[in-house]
């Protein structure tokens, strides 16, 4: 993933509105891609992830979207409520079976819900 | 963050002093890690524990040690602070068999 360094990609999003986080990956042997939320003042907290063998995953108002060909991953929020403002991160992992199964973060994206 | 707890919350060093940052579990779970996040930054690995007596270095190891004596603690030394690490430091836990990360509520260090 890139790094953005201090000034982080900010989405402003009306509540109610669907909310797509964008995120480019940087190996293309990468074969585990995980998304997470961080709020302020918190640890980054699990919202679903997705293998390399497939390009689409749903969760509860999440989806995911893997697009191999041009190392790209989205992150899809349905109904955005003003609880999803936060940081969202994407990471990346090669080998989700070692031991080690070592994540590579990218640099995260605001999300700004308007009332 | 249920299940892991970091101490302590805060804490500011003065350059060249030492602490530990202790991170414990009570999810059973095998593997741990150590993680620093910079201000607006993503999170970067600087160690971690794939099962209790073993550890090895992940991104940016240079200035930490760390000790996994038993499976429920993990924790993490800075012999010798620097003000380039100040940072929040998270732990996280993984369970065998399954592959996304569950972070701790971190660690606010700050180094004069």
């Known amino acids: 993933g890139e790094n953005v360094g201090l000034h982080l990609p900010t989405l402003s999003v009306q509540e109610g509105d669907n909310s797509i986080i964008n995120c480019a990956y940087s190996n293309s042997a990468s074969d585990y891609f995980i998304w997470y939320k961080q709020e302020s003042g918190k640890g980054p907290q699990f919202i679903i992830d997705i293998r390399s063998n497939m390009d689409k995953r749903q969760g509860q108002r999440v989806t995911v979207l893997l697009n191999k060909t041009v190392k790209h991953l989205s992150l899809q929020i349905a109904a955005t409520q003003p609880g999803d403002s936060a940081v969202y991160f994407c990471?990346?992992?090669?080998?989700?079976?070692?031991?080690?199964?070592?994540?590579?973060f990218g640099g995260g994206t605001r999300v700004l819900v308007k009332p | 963050n249920a299940g892991v707890t970091q101490t302590p919350k805060f804490q500011v060093l003065k350059t060249g002093q030492s602490m530990t940052l202790q991170c414990a579990q009570d999810?059973?779970?095998?593997?741990m890690y150590w993680y620093r996040q910079d201000p607006g930054m993503g999170l970067r690995l600087i160690y971690y524990?794939?099962?209790?007596?073993?550890?090895d270095k992940g991104e940016v190891p240079n200035g930490y040690n760390v000790s996994r004596l038993n499976k429920r603690e993990f924790s993490l030394r800075l012999e010798s602070a620097a003000p380039s690490q100040t940072s929040v430091y998270f732990c996280a836990l993984r369970q065998r068999g399954r592959y996304e990360q569950y972070f701790g509520p971190g660690t606010r260090l700050t180094v004069t």
């Open positions: 524990s794939a099962s209790e007596g073993t550890t």
């Open positions: 999810m059973n779970h095998n593997s």
């Open positions: 990471a990346e992992n090669i080998n989700p079976e070692a031991a080690g199964n070592k994540l590579t």
